[in-house]
Nanobody
Framework: QLQLVESGGGLVQPGGSLQLSCAASGFTLEHYVIGWFRQAPGKEREGVSCISRSDVSIYYSDSVKGRFTISRDSAKTTVYLQMKSLKPEDTAVYFC?????????????????WGKGTQVTVSS
């Protein structure tokens, strides 16, 4: 019954920034582990970041560590992915997903609820 909607994608130049949002309609996200995944053409879906219940665990893939930041808003209805210093290799469809649990899981398996994705294109 949890509905997730991603937004914030678009076209950005290398070195630029975007902020993605994952919003839950009518529900808070505090009881879920929220993960961000991305999938580029011809590649498998990749775990980018996740934030656990009570923020006890936060994960970033090595390729985005230091450039991306995941956070929850104060109302706990939205999870954000702030992306800075974007590179062409960050180009992909980005998905948010939710699972019941306490700890981050960086693989898609186990995530029950998924958004439809938002396109991020990094190009000059």
């Amino acid at each position: 019954q949890l509905q997730l909607v991603e937004s914030g994608g678009g076209l950005v130049q290398p070195g630029g920034s975007l902020q993605l949002s994952c919003a839950a309609s009518g529900f808070t996200l505090e009881h879920y582990v929220i993960g961000w995944f991305r999938q580029a053409p011809g590649k498998e879906r990749e775990g980018v970041s996740c934030i656990s219940r009570s923020d006890v665990s936060i994960y970033y893939s090595d390729s985005v560590k230091g450039r991306f930041t995941i956070s929850r808003d104060s109302a706990k209805t939205t999870v954000y992915l702030q992306m800075k210093s974007l590179k062409p290799e960050d180009t992909a469809v980005y998905f948010c997903a939710a699972r019941v649990g306490r700890l981050c899981q960086s693989t898609p398996s186990g995530y029950v609820y998924w958004g439809k994705g938002t396109q991020v294109t990094v190009s000059s």
